[in-house]
C-alpha cells in the first residue's frame, strides 16, 4: 500500500493520499502532504494539445498515486463533463497587458467548482477502495464560496452527509442565498455567530475532538472535510496552472518553457498553494504574487517573516478573503522549513496559544525568492474594477481586482516584463452591489435587481445559475453560537 501522505506535523503519521481524501485532516491536527513531492514530475511539453479532462488525469495520477487510473478516469469524467458552461473549463481571456485565467464557470460561479465538481467522486471512490461502508460527515467552514460549491457537490451523494458553517453577516447576499436555498436531503446549513475564522477554528476542534469522533465510530459515522485542508481539495486546483500555461503557448504569448507570473487573490492560502505546488511538479512560475485585502496578515507575513493573527479583523468587498488565519500557509511552511514536521508542529503551536509565530531569515529568503505580496484596499478596489472596465471592457470581481492591482504595482516596483497572469475567481454577479458601487455609485436597491441593472448597463451576461435566487424557496435557516457547532453537528440526523 502507498504511504505518500504525511502529517505536516508529524512524519511518523503516513497515509495513503485515498485515506488522507476520506480523513481530510490527520489526526494530530496537521495536514496531509506528499514528502516526495519533488520527485513527482509532469512534463509540460507532453500536455500540449491535450484537453482539460486529459490533462486533470495525468495531474491526479502523479499527486493521488494509489488511485488506480480508471478510477481517476472516472471521478475526472464526472466532475467535468457538461458541468461548466465552457468547454474549455477555465478559459483565458485578456484585459490590458494581463491574462485573465475564469475559474468560475462552474455551477456555482466560483473557483471552487473546479475542485469540489470532483472531490465528491475522489471521496465515493476513496471509501470503495478502503471498504468503508458507514457514513462520511462533511464538515465545511466558508467565507462565502465553498459553501455553496460544497452544497452542490455533494448534493444527494451516497453515504454523506454535508454541513457548511458561515459567517452571519460576512458573507455577500448572493451567496447566502446560495446556500440558504440549497436543496438536497444530505445538506445542513448553519450561520455562526462570528467570522470564518471562529467557524475554520471549530470545524477543526470538531476533526481533533476524540471524545466526538468515537461517539460517531460507534454508529459507524466518520468526519471528512471539502476545505482546501483536505487534499483532495487542494490538488485538483494544480491543473488550471498547467492549462493556463498550454493555452498560453498555443495563443503564441509564450513560447515553450518561457517562465510566467501568477497572480493570486489569497485568503486561506490554498489557490495560490495549488500554484507552488505546480511549479513544483516543473511549470516553468517565476513569481507567485499573493494579493491581499484590508486582513493583510498574508502580505505582513510575507514581508516581514512574522504571522501575527493579534489584528484587528474587517469585514470587507471581497469576504472570501476576510480570513486571519489562512490553515493552507501551515503546508508551505512544511516545504520551505525542509520538511521540518517538528518546526510546523513548534510554529502551529505557538499560533494556537500566542496568535503568532515568527519564521527563520533562511525560511523568509525561500518565500521571498518565489513570492511578492501586495495588499489592495476597497478604495482601490473599487478603483480598479471602474478603471479596468472603463479601458477594456472587462467586469472584474471584487476578489479579482485585489489579484489585478497587485499585480499592476508589483510590475510597476520590479520592471518584470514576464508575461503574467491573474486568476479570477468569481463572477462579478456574485458581488453585485460592490461592483456596481464601484461603476456607477450607491444604490437602495437589492442585490437581484442591482444584477440585473449592471447586466443591461455594462451588456455582460448573469449566469444562469444566479438568476431567480431570490425566489428561490429558503431551506436552511439555523444559527449557532460558536461553542454550539458540536451540538448542531450531532442534530444532523
Not at 37 to 50: A, C, M, Q, R, T
Not at 263 to 273: A, D, K, M
Amino acid at each position: 500500500m502507498f504511504q505518500g501522505y504525511e502529517s505536516t506535523r508529524n512524519s511518523k503519521l503516513k497515509t495513503a493520499a485515498s485515506k488522507a481524501v476520506l480523513k481530510g485532516i490527520a489526526d494530530d491536527g496537521g495536514l496531509y502532504v506528499m514528502r516526495d513531492l519533488e520527485n513527482k514530475n509532469i512534463n509540460v511539453e507532453n500536455l500540449s494539445g491535450k484537453s482539460y479532462i486529459e490533462m486533470a488525469e495525468a495531474i491526479l495520477k502523479e499527486m493521488l498515486d494509489d488511485f488506480p487510473e480508471t478510477k481517476i478516469k472516472e471521478c475526472v469524467s464526472k466532475a467535468y463533463t457538461n458541468k461548466f458552461n465552457k468547454d474549455e473549463i477555465t478559459p483565458i481571456e485578456k484585459a490590458g497587458d494581463f491574462y485573465i485565467t475564469e475559474l468560475f464557470h462552474g455551477p456555482t460561479s466560483a473557483f471552487k467548482d473546479v475542485a469540489l465538481s470532483i472531490l465528491p467522486h475522489l471521496m465515493k471512490a476513496s471509501y470503495e477502495m478502503n471498504d468503508i461502508n458507514g457514513e462520511v460527515i462533511i464538515l465545511v467552514a466558508t467565507s462565502g464560496d465553498t459553501g455553496k460549491a460544497a452544497l452542490e457537490g455533494f448534493r444527494d451523494i451516497k453515504g454523506t452527509k454535508i454541513a457548511v458553517f458561515y459567517p452571519e453577516g460576512g458573507v455577500s447576499e448572493v451567496q447566502k442565498s446560495q446556500m440558504i436555498t440549497q436543496e438536497g436531503a444530505n445538506t445542513y446549513v448553519c450561520a455562526i455567530k462570528g467570522n470564518f475564522d471562529d467557524a475554520q477554528t471549530g470545524v477543526k476542534k470538531i476533526f481533533t475532538n476524540e471524545r466526538l469522533i468515537n461517539e460517531f465510530k460507534v454508529v459507524n459515522k466518520i468526519f471528512s472535510s471539502a476545505n482546501s485542508i483536505n487534499v483532495g481539495r487542494l490538488v485538483p486546483q494544480i491543473v488550471y496552472y498547467f492549462y493556463t500555461y498550454i493555452k498560453l503557448v498555443e495563443k503564441g504569448a509564450i513560447k515553450m518553457w518561457d517562465k510566467v507570473n501568477f497572480s493570486v487573490p489569497t485568503g486561506n492560502f490554498g489557490n495560490i498553494l495549488a500554484g507552488y505546488y505546480a511549479k513544483m511538479l516543473g511549470l516553468p512560475v517565476n513569481k507567485l504574487i499573493c494579493g491581499s485585502n484590508e486582513n493583510n496578515v498574508l502580505y505582513d507575513f510575507i514581508k516581514t517573516g512574522i504571522y501575527d493573527r493579534n489584528r484587528k479583523f474587517y469585514k470587507t468587498i471581497s469576504p472570501s478573503m476576510d480570513i486571519l488565519v489562512s490553515s493552507n500557509l501551515e503546508r508551505f511552511l512544511y516545504y520551505v522549513s525542509g520538511k521540518n514536521n517538528e518546526e510546523v508542529k513548534n510554529l502551529m503551536n505557538k499560533l494556537n496559544s500566542e496568535g503568532k509565530y515568527e519564521i527563520s531569515s533562511e525560511m523568509k529568503n525561500k518565500i521571498n525568492s518565489e513570492f511578492y505580496a501586495g495588499c489592495v484596499f476597497t478604495e482601490d478596489t473599487e478603483k480598479t474594477i471602474k478603471e479596468t472596465f472603463e479601458r477594456y471592457g472587462y467586469l472584474l470581481d471584487t476578489h479579482t481586482a485585489v489579484a489585478y492591482k497587485t499585480l499592476e504595482e508589483y510590475k510597476k516596483e520590479t520592471g518584470d516584463k514576464t508575461v503574467s497572469v491573474v486568476l479570477s475567481t468569481a463572477s462579478p454577479y456574485k458581488f453585485s452591489r460592490s461592483v456596481y458601487k464601484s461603476l456607477y455609485g450607491d444604490t437602495d436597491k437589492n442585490e437581484f435587481e442591482i444584477m440585473e441593472e449592471l447586466s443591461e448597463k455594462t451588456g455582460i451576461p448573469i449566469p444562469e445559475n444566479l438568476k431567480g435566487l431570490n425566489k428561490k424557496k429558503i431551506i436552511h435557516t439555523s444559527v449557532c453560537e460558536i461553542n454550539e457547532m458540536e451540538d448542531y453537528v450531532r442534530t444532523m440526523d
